[in-house]
């Protein structure tokens, strides 16, 4: 496995592309090998089990404010019958998973080099389907943000702009006693999906929703989060990163604001899922599991997400447990 000094020799520079054999579409998962996961089922001592899945229907009204409510409709064909079906179903619009269709780059196009022309809705290249099939499975590490802060009498809000560089996401693991082992699943709290849902719908309208704890765009994080090997990183944020974009190392020459849409520039998901095909996760749910963690004195744990088969999807619902 090439450092991420390595890859700036790789075509794209900085890219992963040719790492995991020609045509590859699952990127960093391809790290979840099976002697990693059956090392990681070794980790459940206790059989307690935490979902990580808000409900579907958890962040509406949707802070970006591009999906529309979710309509569930219930049926009965007789009275001893129930079937139902769902209408504005988007499958990021809770806790989810990106594909690696889901965001390109302005210079190099999407992970692999597909072009933004062919990355169309007849295509399936680069779909959620392809981690579906397996699921993504291996042992999860969670880093505690707001706790190490409040332990080291740093201020700290959930509604602010606190970039979390690579030396920040060191002293949190050496404050947990975390060590890495390659192929590991990133789960990072930052408590930002506990307030905006302690909100009520009326306050969250009122919230700036582009104000959130995150990684900072910088490329030393794509560098500590390269060479640990990480599988999957996931937060409870809207993005992973911080929002919004204040100093990044990720601007081009392309970059424009969209007609229409989130304004992706400068932002860390260019890299992450264009250039190094990382599996990136969003508004999960850390704040039982934290609490255990911070008990026991344990944040390492079997983690397992089953993204819907949805042949050629975006995105998907994670589906995720961690099981201590």
């Known amino acids: 496995m090439p450092t991420y000094s390595e890859l700036a020799g790789a075509v794209p520079p900085w890219s992963s592309w040719n790492v995991f054999g020609p045509g590859d579409e699952r990127g960093t998962v391809n790290r979840l090998t099976p002697d990693r996961v059956a090392a990681a089922a070794a980790l459940v001592k206790t059989g307690?089990?935490?979902?990580?899945?808000?409900?579907?229907?958890?962040?509406?009204?949707?802070?970006?404010?591009?999906?529309?409510?979710?309509?569930?409709?219930?049926?009965?064909?007789?009275?001893?019958?129930?079937?139902?079906?769902?209408?504005?179903?988007?499958?990021?619009?809770?806790?989810?998973?990106?594909?690696?269709?889901?965001?390109?780059?302005?210079?190099?196009?999407?992970?692999?080099?597909?072009?933004?022309?062919?990355?169309?809705a007849d295509s399936a290249a680069l779909g959620i389907h392809n981690w579906a099939d397996s699921?993504?499975?291996?042992?999860?590490?969670?880093?505690?943000?707001?706790?190490?802060?409040?332990?080291?009498?740093?201020?700290?809000?959930?509604?602010?702009?606190?970039?979390?560089?690579?030396?920040?996401?060191d002293a949190i693991a050496d404050s947990q006693r975390v060590e890495w082992r390659g192929g590991?699943?990133?789960?990072?709290?930052?408590?930002?999906?506990?307030?905006?849902?302690?909100?009520?719908?009326?306050?969250?309208?009122?919230?700036?929703?582009?104000?959130?704890?995150?990684?900072?765009?910088?490329?030393?994080?794509?560098?500590?989060?390269?060479?640990?090997?990480?599988?999957?990183?996931?937060?409870?944020?809207?993005?992973?990163?911080?929002?919004?974009?204040?100093d990044s190392d990720f601007r081009t020459p392309l970059d424009e604001p969209p007609g229409r849409g989130v304004d992706h520039s400068g932002m860390l998901h260019r890299p992450l899922i264009a250039l190094l095909g990382m599996a990136v996760g969003e508004l999960f749910r850390l704040g039982e599991l934290a609490e255990d963690c911070a008990a026991d004195g344990v944040y390492e744990f079997f983690f397992t997400a089953k993204p819907l088969y949805v042949v050629g999807g975006v995105g998907s619902p994670a589906n995720a447990m961690a099981i201590k």
């Not at 001893?80 to 594909?99: C, E, G, P, V």
């Not at 706790?147 to 740093?154: M, Q």
């Open 48 to 120: 307690r089990r935490f979902g990580l899945d808000y409900p579907v229907d958890a962040f509406e009204p949707y802070p970006t404010g591009t999906r529309r409510p979710l309509q569930h409709h219930v049926f009965a064909n007789n009275p001893l019958h129930r079937d139902d079906w769902l209408d504005s179903f988007y499958l990021q619009a809770s806790t989810q998973i990106d594909a690696l269709r889901h965001i390109g780059h302005p210079q190099h196009g999407f992970y692999g080099g597909l072009s933004a022309e062919d990355n169309n």
């Open 135 to 169: 699921g993504i499975t291996g042992r999860g590490v969670l880093l505690d943000v707001p706790r190490f802060f409040e332990r080291e009498g740093r201020d700290y809000s959930t509604e602010a702009t606190i970039p979390l560089d690579a030396d920040t996401l």
């Open 184 to 246: 590991d699943i990133l789960l990072l709290r930052t408590a930002w999906a506990e307030r905006y849902l302690a909100k009520t719908p009326d306050q969250r309208r009122a919230t700036p929703w582009r104000l959130s704890p995150g990684l900072a765009q910088r490329e030393s994080v794509l560098r500590w989060l390269w060479d640990r090997e990480i599988a999957m990183v996931a937060a409870d944020n809207l993005a992973v990163e911080c929002d919004p974009v204040i």
